[in-house]
């Protein structure tokens, strides 16, 4: 016995997981980048929260202190004020992408359509992440009397950073979309 269900006519039911041998090497590839992503996230949440509670973070981020001094302190005043939600959000969203990710390794229809949702909420971040350093970088040297060319550096980093995720994104978002991978799923 396979464990398989096989439905009248040969087809086999999409509860059961399907052999190894069909998946498709860029859905292994995506799903083990997003797997590991996905734990990483719940790790580094659980980490991040632990340090935030126990560790003495949480006073800090009541004051203004260093981030009044920074142009666009607010933003990161903000950030911090709310950082142990972001975290426990962080936990939930990671154990979700570990999940689908999970569930895109045993090639389960809904799993593919949800991983492209992340790498598009992915590839959404990355570019506001982006332009936000961007912009830290292009107003920084000014404000803290560094070399200017402090701020290109920043930028250039940035770019070369967020370009290659964003083109991550891209590439994975492309590979989802193919027809032999959608057939994977038993979707046309």
Do not use: N
């Not at 949702?117 to 959404?124: H, I, K, Q, R, S």
């Amino acid at each position: 016995m396979t464990g398989r269900s096989e439905i009248p006519g040969g087809a086999v039911s999409s509860l059961e997981p399907r052999p190894e041998e069909d998946r498709p090497r860029a859905v292994t590839l995506i799903g083990v980048v997003w797997l590991i992503f996905g734990v990483f996230r719940v790790l580094s949440g659980l980490v991040g929260l632990a340090i935030w509670q126990f560790g003495g973070l949480q006073e800090m981020s009541a004051g203004k202190g260093f981030f009044s001094e920074l142009p666009g302190g607010w933003v990161l005043r903000l950030g911090f004020r709310h950082f142990g939600v972001s975290l426990l959000l962080q936990i939930v969203v990671g154990i979700a992408i570990a999940i689908s990710a999970y569930a895109l390794l045993r090639l389960r229809p809904w799993a593919r359509p949800a991983v492209e949702a992340f790498c598009w909420l992915g590839l959404t971040f990355v570019v506001c992440f982006g332009a936000m350093w961007v912009l830290f970088w292009t107003r920084v040297p000014q404000a803290a009397a560094r070399p200017a060319w402090t701020g290109s550096v920043g930028v250039a980093v940035t770019l070369g950073i967020c370009g290659g995720l964003a083109a991550a994104f891209i590439a994975m978002i492309r590979s989802l979309r193919r027809p032999e991978i959608r057939g994977a799923f038993g979707r046309p």
